[in-house]
């Protein structure tokens, strides 16, 4: 597969929110405001590229030499801890009020299913480094662009009448079935159309 391909693959068509649902709990607890989803969606592109291209040189060069690829799930989420814990001590410094506003679910990334998702799939399509980096990015994007339209659509309907029962988490589940049917008109067909 093209970089192209793997890049509309991962933000669109396995769009790990809305095709797979795997992140769902930052995607729901953090997309109230556009600004900490932003920073959420931001957190989540840097360890899923990192965490991809840093697990793709521990698999190959570490645990399939030495016969030890049964422990890739266990390494992998050491890994992506240790990235996390970086990502958590940057953004403290650099933005406090971020840090404030991302709460627990900054360090919930380390369980993020989505980053630990991207990891072994990338292993399992027999990714390259570089493709492997690119799926991870393209998966962190796909992640930023579901969370960014999702704090949108919540901040209109904050603004809005809903009725008593759906107001808070329930419209917001039903607002992201709705963007996971949207997201469902591209399928492995217009990739194929589109790179060929």
């Known amino acids: 597969m093209t970089y192209v ?6 933000v669109f068509v396995s769009n790990f929110i809305l095709s797979q ?6 995607f729901i607890g953090v997309s109230k405001n ?3 989803a932003v920073g959420m969606g931001f957190a989540v592109t840097f360890v899923t590229s990192l965490a991809s291209l840093v697990t793709w040189a ?7 030499p030495l016969g030890l690829t049964f422990l890739q799930t266990i390494t992998f989420i050491l890994v992506i801890a240790a990235l996390v814990q970086f990502v ?4 403290q410094k650099i933005s406090p009020p971020l ?3 991302l709460g627990i679910y900054l360090p919930l990334i380390t369980t993020n299913c989505a980053v630990l998702g991207i990891a072994l799939i990338a292993v399992r399509n027999n990714y390259n480094a570089l493709e492997s980096f690119v799926a991870g990015f393209a998966a962190g994007f796909g992640f930023l662009l579901a969370i ?3 704090s949108t659509i919540r901040e209109k309907l904050d603004k809005e009448w809903v009725p008593r029962p759906l107001r808070g988490t329930p419209i917001a589940f039903v607002t992201a079935g709705l963007m996971a049917l949207a997201f ?3 399928d492995r067909a217009l990739l194929k159309n589109i790179i060929g």
């Open 148 to 150: 960014l339209l999702m």
């Open 34 to 36: 556009v600004e900490s």
């Open 5 to 10: 391909g793997i890049i509309i693959t991962y």
């Open 184 to 186: 469902m008109a591209f």
């Open 99 to 101: 840090y404030k506003a």
């Open 58 to 64: 521990v698999y190959r060069l570490i645990l399939v």
């Open 21 to 26: 649902f795997l992140g769902l709990c930052p």
């Open 88 to 91: 958590e001590m940057i953004i």
